[in-house]
């Protein structure tokens, strides 16, 4: 059986623009002004509470930006386009952000080193994936991206640098 929240009364002042933005939304059905304010306070709560472990983090950043997610896809059906750029940066953006902010502890000073080793190492093969899957977007003549010709430009510096690795690595 669950047992009833314990309440605390409190009164304060909001800026009407607070208020108005709150009263237009339904925040789940909520329909009083201290229902939403009820449900505002408990959001961010959790929200600070559930933040901290990578898994939430990823969830919480896809929640927000499910909406621009949503708009572009339903942009890329109206223009019958798609682009394999946006969908990679879109999945792992995240990812990374994820990442740091479930590294908020401070690790004890004896584990400092192996802390700051342990996320360059995560965030660089982060990085690594989006940087593979962006040079495979280039492997054609026409990029899968809203512009075929996006990356027609943009790889030389790179195809330049990994001839000097691997002519570094044969040395």
């Known amino acids: 059986m669950n047992e009833p929240v314990k309440t605390v009364p409190i009164s304060g002042r909001i800026s009407q623009q607070d208020y108005d933005f ?6 789940g059905g909520k329909v009083t002004a201290s229902e939403k304010l009820r449900h505002v306070a408990s959001f961010f709560r959790q929200y600070h509470e559930h933040f901290g472990s990578y898994a ?3 969830e919480e950043l896809n929640r927000l930006s499910e909406p621009a997610r949503k ?33 908020q502890q401070r690790p004890a000073k ?17 990085v690594l ?11 054609t003549t026409q990029a899968p991206a ?18 000097l690795l691997s002519k570094r690595d044969h040395s």
């Open 146 to 163: 809203y512009n075929p010709h996006l990356l027609e430009d943009k790889l030389g510096t790179i195809t330049e640098l990994v001839g």
């Open 22 to 27: 709150m009263m237009q939304h339904s925040f």
């Open 71 to 103: 708009n572009i896809k339903h942009l890329e059906y109206e223009q019958g386009v798609h682009s394999e750029l946006v969908d990679a940066a879109a999945n792992l953006f995240p990812l990374g952000v994820a990442y740091l902010a479930s590294r």
């Open 129 to 139: 994936r989006l940087l593979e899957q962006v040079l495979r977007l280039g492997l």
């Open 56 to 58: 939430e983090g990823i």
């Open 110 to 126: 004896k584990d400092q080193l192996p802390y700051l080793l342990e996320t360059e190492e995560r965030l660089l093969a982060l």
